[in-house]
């Protein structure tokens, strides 16, 4: 059924990735073509996303492996894409209750802003470690702890201005916009990272 969902969309067949296909996290979808322009079609647990909603409210957030994540999925981005996106069709209103919850009645839970702020920790614990294999010249481990400390600093300064942070593509520009973001940041991350083929 999903399938001809997507090719109905599409107009014409298309390849779906079912439940579980894309890894925990993403779920599965497909990548369609609509009126030329292209649409990633992600599915998702209702269920697993109010579960996540909850957590969220009680500072609580996962952060697990998923492909297409290089930093890896973090939980909080279920109740972004809820808060940002656009219900075309919720026939019981579950959706649009949920939605409800994540917008007006706490908005962006204070416990969620307080963990992920105070995640950042791991960011100056992954330059450290960056920084013992840099003299042994181990790039993959150098450049994997700078990308992941940079990660977590662009999550962190999101969390700390209440805005939700999808995943990491645009995620350097994105921080760099927000309010009181180190000066410079953006850039300062792109020379630190585009230096390491020295």
Known sequence: RLAALAGAAQGSPVEVAGPGGWGPWVNGGAWLRVDGVPVDWILRDLDRVERVWQDCREGRFEVGVQAGHPLGFWSPVYAGEVAY????????????????????????PEPLRRALAEAAWEAEFSVASAAKSAPGGDSLHVSLCLARAFGVLTQSLHAHHRRWLLNEKGALAATAALPGTPERFAERVTACLTALDA
């Open 85 to 108: 996106g656009r219900i075309l069709a919720d026939p019981v209103g579950e959706l649009a209750a949920l939605r409800h919850q994540v917008c007006e009645e706490p908005g962006y």
